[in-house]
C-alpha cells in the first residue's frame, strides 16, 4: 500500500493515526504526498495554524489550551492548515466560521462552537517532538482536500501506550501555548 492509497482508503476513518501506527512506511510516508490534491509533502520549515473551535478546549481564564484540545492526534489526525497555502490568516478564519456554523446547525444539542483561538507550529517542531520512550511521536501528513489544499494531519504514529500518550500530548500543548492567539 502507498501513503496515498493508505490516506484515501481511511479518508474518513476516525482511528486513521491507530491504523497509521501499524504501517512500516509511517516516517517516509511523510516525504511523499498523500492526496492527489496536495502541491507536495509538508516540508520541515512550513508554518502551520491549528484551529480551536470547541469551547472545551480553551481555558478562558488562563487562556490557554487544554489537553484535550490534541486529543484527535490519538485517532483521527489533528488538521492543520499550512501557512504558505492560504492567502491570510483571515481565510482560516472564514474557514473556521464556515465549519463552525455547519457543526452548529447538524448538532444543536452539542455546546455551539465557534473560533476561540489560533496556534502556529513549524513543522520542524513538531516533527522532533519524543515520546516517554524518546522515539520521534508524531508525523505529518499532506492530506490536502479538494476545496483546501492547505489541509493537513498531525498523527501520533509511536508505540502507542498511556505514558508515550501523556508525554506527547504535554509536550505538544506547550508547544502551541506559546504560539497561542485567542479571539
Known amino acids: 500500500m502507498t501513503c496515498q492509497d ?3 482508503v481511511h479518508l474518513n476513518n476516525n482511528d486513521k493515526c491507530k491504523l ?14 498523500a492526496s492527489k490534491f496536495s502541491p507536495h509533502p509538508v516540508q520541515d520549515e512550513e508554518p ?3 484551529q480551536i473551535i470547541s469551547p472545551i478546549h480553551l481555558d478562558t481564564d488562563s487562556k490557554t489550551l487544554k489537553p484535550t484540545a490534541f486529543d484527535d492526534v490519538f485517532n ?9 497555502l492560504i492567502t491570510s490568516e483571515a481565510q482560516v478564519i472564514d474557514a473556521a466560521s464556515l465549519k463552525t456554523k455547519v457543526f452548529n446547525i447538524t448538532n444543536p444539542e452539542k455546546p455551539q462552537r465557534k473560533l476561540h483561538a489560533l496556534t502556529k507550529f513549524v513543522a520542524i517542531n513538531i516533527r522532533t517532538l519524543t515520546d516517554y520512550e524518546n522515539n520521534f511521536g508524531l508525523g505529518i501528513y499532506d492530506t490536502a482536500l479538494e476545496r ?12 502507542d501506550n498511556k505514558q508515550n500518550q501523556r508525554s506527547i500530548r504535554s509536550k505538544l500543548l506547550d508547544l502551541a501555548n506559546q504560539n497561542l492567539t485567542v479571539i
Do not use: M
Not at 497509521?20 to 504526498?33: A, F, V
Not at 483546501?148 to 508505540?159: G, K, L, M, N, Q
Open 6 to 8: 493508505f490516506f484515501d
Open 48 to 50: 502551520l495554524i491549528r
Open 20 to 33: 497509521l501506527q501499524k504501517e512500516p512506511s509511517k516516517y517516509t510516508w511523510q516525504l511523499e504526498s
Open 76 to 84: 483521527k489526525g489533528l488538521s492543520v492548515n499550512r501557512s504558505h
Open 148 to 159: 483546501d489544499s492547505s489541509h493537513a494531519d498531525i498523527c501520533h504514529i509511536s508505540v
